[in-house]
Protein backbone atom coordinates (compact mmCIF):
# COMPACT_ATOMS: atom_id res chain seq x y z
CA UNK A 1 0.00 0.00 0.00
CA UNK A 2 1.74 3.14 -1.09
CA UNK A 3 -0.85 6.32 0.39
CA UNK A 4 -0.61 9.67 -2.07
CA UNK A 5 1.57 11.76 -0.04
CA UNK A 6 -0.06 14.90 1.66
CA UNK A 7 -3.96 12.70 0.76
CA UNK A 8 -6.58 13.33 3.27
CA UNK A 9 -8.98 10.30 2.84
CA UNK A 10 -8.31 6.92 2.25
CA UNK A 11 -11.57 4.38 1.20
CA UNK A 12 -11.71 0.95 0.49
CA UNK A 13 -14.96 -0.89 0.54
CA UNK A 14 -13.99 -4.01 2.31
CA UNK A 15 -12.89 -5.31 5.58
CA UNK A 16 -10.69 -8.18 4.00
CA UNK A 17 -8.95 -5.00 2.36
CA UNK A 18 -8.72 -3.59 5.43
CA UNK A 19 -7.97 -6.27 7.50
CA UNK A 20 -4.89 -7.15 5.31
CA UNK A 21 -3.34 -3.28 5.36
CA UNK A 22 -4.67 -1.62 8.33
CA UNK A 23 -0.85 -1.84 9.87
CA UNK A 24 0.77 -0.17 7.17
CA UNK A 25 -1.76 2.49 6.98
CA UNK A 26 -1.89 3.22 10.49
CA UNK A 27 2.26 3.59 9.94
CA UNK A 28 2.06 5.32 6.69
CA UNK A 29 -1.43 7.63 6.81
CA UNK A 30 -2.30 10.51 8.86
CA UNK A 31 -5.98 11.20 7.19
CA UNK A 32 -9.19 9.87 7.40
CA UNK A 33 -9.92 6.39 6.70
CA UNK A 34 -13.50 5.11 5.53
CA UNK A 35 -15.82 1.92 4.47
CA UNK A 36 -19.17 1.21 3.80
CA UNK A 37 -18.63 -2.75 5.42
CA UNK A 38 -19.76 -3.46 8.19
CA UNK A 39 -19.10 -6.88 8.78
CA UNK A 40 -18.33 -7.98 11.93
CA UNK A 41 -14.57 -9.71 12.17
CA UNK A 42 -14.05 -12.66 14.73
CA UNK A 43 -13.76 -10.29 17.65
CA UNK A 44 -17.45 -9.07 17.48
CA UNK A 45 -16.89 -5.57 16.11
CA UNK A 46 -16.70 -3.62 12.89
CA UNK A 47 -14.39 -1.98 11.23
CA UNK A 48 -15.16 1.70 12.62
CA UNK A 49 -15.05 -0.19 16.34
CA UNK A 50 -11.60 -1.82 15.51
CA UNK A 51 -9.63 0.34 13.78
CA UNK A 52 -11.69 3.99 14.08
CA UNK A 53 -12.24 3.50 10.47
CA UNK A 54 -15.32 5.79 9.22
CA UNK A 55 -17.80 3.71 8.10
CA UNK A 56 -20.87 4.92 5.18
CA UNK A 57 -24.24 3.07 4.22
CA UNK A 58 -23.99 2.00 0.41
CA UNK A 59 -26.89 1.86 -1.45
CA UNK A 60 -27.01 0.10 -5.10
CA UNK A 61 -28.55 3.06 -6.92
CA UNK A 62 -27.45 5.02 -10.34
CA UNK A 63 -25.51 8.08 -10.16
CA UNK A 64 -24.11 10.06 -6.83
CA UNK A 65 -25.86 10.00 -3.39
CA UNK A 66 -26.24 13.80 -2.56
CA UNK A 67 -27.08 12.40 1.03
CA UNK A 68 -24.11 12.72 3.85
CA UNK A 69 -23.12 9.45 5.17
CA UNK A 70 -24.49 7.59 2.15
CA UNK A 71 -22.42 6.13 -0.92
CA UNK A 72 -24.16 4.54 -4.18
CA UNK A 73 -22.06 1.59 -4.89
CA UNK A 74 -21.01 1.66 -8.61
CA UNK A 75 -19.75 -2.18 -7.58
CA UNK A 76 -16.68 -1.01 -7.24
CA UNK A 77 -14.47 0.83 -4.96
CA UNK A 78 -12.98 3.68 -7.11
CA UNK A 79 -17.03 4.53 -7.87
CA UNK A 80 -17.49 4.77 -3.91
CA UNK A 81 -14.59 6.67 -3.35
CA UNK A 82 -15.96 9.16 -6.28
CA UNK A 83 -18.73 9.90 -4.16
CA UNK A 84 -17.38 10.04 -0.88
CA UNK A 85 -15.11 12.89 -2.40
CA UNK A 86 -18.37 14.75 -3.62
CA UNK A 87 -20.10 14.13 -0.43
CA UNK A 88 -16.79 15.89 1.35
CA UNK A 89 -17.22 18.91 -1.21
CA UNK A 90 -15.17 18.23 -3.88
CA UNK A 91 -15.91 20.22 -6.89
CA UNK A 92 -12.88 18.71 -9.10
CA UNK A 93 -12.22 15.21 -9.16
CA UNK A 94 -9.10 13.85 -11.07
CA UNK A 95 -9.11 9.56 -11.47
CA UNK A 96 -5.88 8.14 -11.68
CA UNK A 97 -5.15 4.73 -11.67
CA UNK A 98 -9.09 3.66 -13.61
CA UNK A 99 -7.82 1.50 -16.38
CA UNK A 100 -10.82 0.06 -16.19
CA UNK A 101 -9.35 -3.09 -18.24
CA UNK A 102 -7.43 -6.48 -18.01
CA UNK A 103 -3.40 -5.44 -18.72
CA UNK A 104 -2.31 -8.99 -19.94
CA UNK A 105 -2.68 -11.01 -17.05
CA UNK A 106 -2.75 -7.90 -14.59
CA UNK A 107 -6.28 -7.07 -13.53
CA UNK A 108 -5.39 -4.09 -11.61
CA UNK A 109 -2.25 -0.75 -12.34
CA UNK A 110 -0.58 -2.07 -9.22
CA UNK A 111 -0.78 -5.90 -10.09
CA UNK A 112 -2.75 -8.34 -8.39
CA UNK A 113 -3.67 -8.15 -4.63
CA UNK A 114 -2.28 -10.20 -2.12
CA UNK A 115 -4.09 -13.57 -2.02
CA UNK A 116 -7.19 -13.80 -0.65
CA UNK A 117 -8.43 -10.37 -1.89
CA UNK A 118 -8.50 -10.86 -5.40
CA UNK A 119 -12.05 -10.10 -6.62
CA UNK A 120 -13.32 -10.86 -10.01
CA UNK A 121 -13.90 -7.39 -11.48
CA UNK A 122 -16.51 -7.18 -14.35
CA UNK A 123 -15.18 -4.17 -15.98
CA UNK A 124 -18.14 -3.82 -18.52
CA UNK A 125 -20.85 -3.67 -15.23
CA UNK A 126 -18.20 -1.16 -13.24
CA UNK A 127 -17.97 0.96 -16.66
CA UNK A 128 -21.79 1.04 -17.29
CA UNK A 129 -22.67 2.41 -13.16
CA UNK A 130 -19.75 5.22 -13.91
CA UNK A 131 -21.46 6.20 -16.99
CA UNK A 132 -24.68 6.81 -14.93
CA UNK A 133 -22.48 9.70 -13.21
CA UNK A 134 -23.19 13.44 -14.57
CA UNK A 135 -20.63 16.03 -13.24
CA UNK A 136 -22.69 18.83 -14.27
CA UNK A 137 -25.90 17.46 -12.64
CA UNK A 138 -23.70 17.63 -8.98
CA UNK A 139 -21.83 20.69 -9.33
CA UNK A 140 -18.82 18.87 -10.42
CA UNK A 141 -15.80 18.06 -13.22
CA UNK A 142 -14.42 14.54 -12.96
CA UNK A 143 -11.32 14.33 -15.54
CA UNK A 144 -9.69 10.79 -15.87
CA UNK A 145 -5.88 11.23 -16.02
CA UNK A 146 -5.35 7.42 -16.56
CA UNK A 147 -2.74 7.01 -18.70
CA UNK A 148 -4.05 3.70 -20.07
CA UNK A 149 -7.85 3.59 -20.07
CA UNK A 150 -11.53 1.70 -20.70
CA UNK A 151 -13.09 4.42 -18.95
CA UNK A 152 -14.01 6.94 -21.37
CA UNK A 153 -17.42 8.88 -19.82
CA UNK A 154 -15.20 11.68 -18.65
CA UNK A 155 -12.64 13.43 -20.30
CA UNK A 156 -9.56 11.70 -20.85
CA UNK A 157 -6.31 14.09 -19.81
CA UNK A 158 -2.33 13.85 -19.46
CA UNK A 159 -1.88 14.60 -15.85
CA UNK A 160 0.80 17.24 -16.31
CA UNK A 161 -1.34 18.70 -18.85
CA UNK A 162 -4.12 19.55 -16.66
CA UNK A 163 -1.68 20.64 -13.44
CA UNK A 164 -0.41 23.05 -15.77
CA UNK A 165 -3.78 24.25 -17.12
CA UNK A 166 -4.92 24.38 -13.33
CA UNK A 167 -2.17 26.57 -12.12
Known sequence: ????????????????????????????FEGAC???????????????????????VSEGKPGLSRQQGVIHQGRNSGYQAVNLAYLLGAERIVLLGYDMKMRGDQRHWFGAHPNGLEVHSDY???????????????GLEIFNATRDTALHCFPVVDLDELCAALS
Request: net charge negative; glycine share 4%; with cysteine.
Open 1 to 28: MQPLPGADHLYSCDYRWWKHHIADVSKE
Open 34 to 56: WTQDKQWNDKGCTPAEQWGIKTL
Open 124 to 138: TSFIMAYETIKPSEY
